[in-house]
């Protein structure tokens, strides 16, 4: 059974650091794209960055580029993504999501929160 | 970026209805188009992709249509549990969108 659990979401202050956390299990993770989509409740889903299998191709929106990164560690089956300068914007649920030419699975979702 | 325009935003119907929901695009998504649903609390999860495929275990009731710009997700007869919110998606080009939302709600 494909797992997807993600964790690391929390209140921070804006100009704020956090880093999420994204478990996979159930399947090959290595031979996966992996990515981060993020919702405020009641709007739609928004994507945020994806890295390749091995992690030698990286996407971003241009919403975080520059301030979010993401990276994985095939040995722990993990993605992460580590977020930097945080926005009231960035505020919303942090999905990860498995890559089968589409989103096919996703975790529970992480919020956060960025309020002073 | 592709812009994806869903319409109506919310559709108000009886179970056994029929449900058509659109998604425009503002250039071509050619095939590569996905339909998800999201019930209150839950990830959206994946009904059709490649714009009328059916994802594993989705039943026949759903179906999709459309290449380029116009798109239709079709739920033939609405079961209760079908009452949720629809997302379309594009992977054609980077980034990745989605549409902002189609509404099925019980009348």
């Known amino acids: 059974e494909v797992k997807l659990v993600e964790s690391g979401g929390g209140l921070v202050q804006p100009g704020g650091s956090l880093r999420l956390s994204c478990a996979a299990s159930?399947?090959?993770?290595?031979?996966?794209?992996m990515h981060w989509v993020r919702q405020v409740p009641g709007k739609g889903p928004v994507w945020v960055s994806g890295?390749?299998?091995?992690?030698?191709?990286?996407r971003y929106a241009d919403s975080v580029k520059g301030r979010f990164t993401i990276s994985r560690d095939n040995a722990k089956n993990t993605v992460y993504l580590q977020m930097n300068s945080l926005r009231a914007e960035d505020t919303a649920v942090y999905y990860c999501?498995?890559?089968?030419?589409?989103?096919?699975?996703w975790g529970q979702g992480a919020l956060v929160t960025v309020s002073s | 970026e592709i812009v994806l325009t869903q319409s109506p935003a919310t559709l108000s119907l009886s179970p056994g209805e029929r449900a058509t929901l659109s998604c425009r695009a503002s250039?071509?998504?050619?095939?590569?188009l996905a339909w998800y649903q999201q019930k209150p609390g839950q990830a959206p999860s994946l009904l059709i992709y490649?714009?009328?495929d059916r994802a594993t275990g989705i039943p026949a009731r759903f179906s999709g249509s459309g290449s380029g710009t116009d798109f239709t997700l079709t739920i033939s007869s609405l079961e209760p549990e079908d009452f949720a919110v629809y997302y379309c998606?594009?992977?054609?080009?980077?980034?990745?969108?989605f549409g902002q939302g189609t509404k099925v709600e019980i009348k």
């Open positions: 250039q071509t998504a050619s095939i590569y």
């Open positions: 998606q594009q992977r054609n080009n980077w980034p990745w969108t």
């Open positions: 490649n714009a009328s």
């Open positions: 999501a498995r890559d089968t030419f589409y989103f096919d699975y």
């Open positions: 890295i390749y299998n091995d992690g030698s191709s990286t």
């Open positions: 159930g399947f090959t993770f290595s031979s996966r794209w």
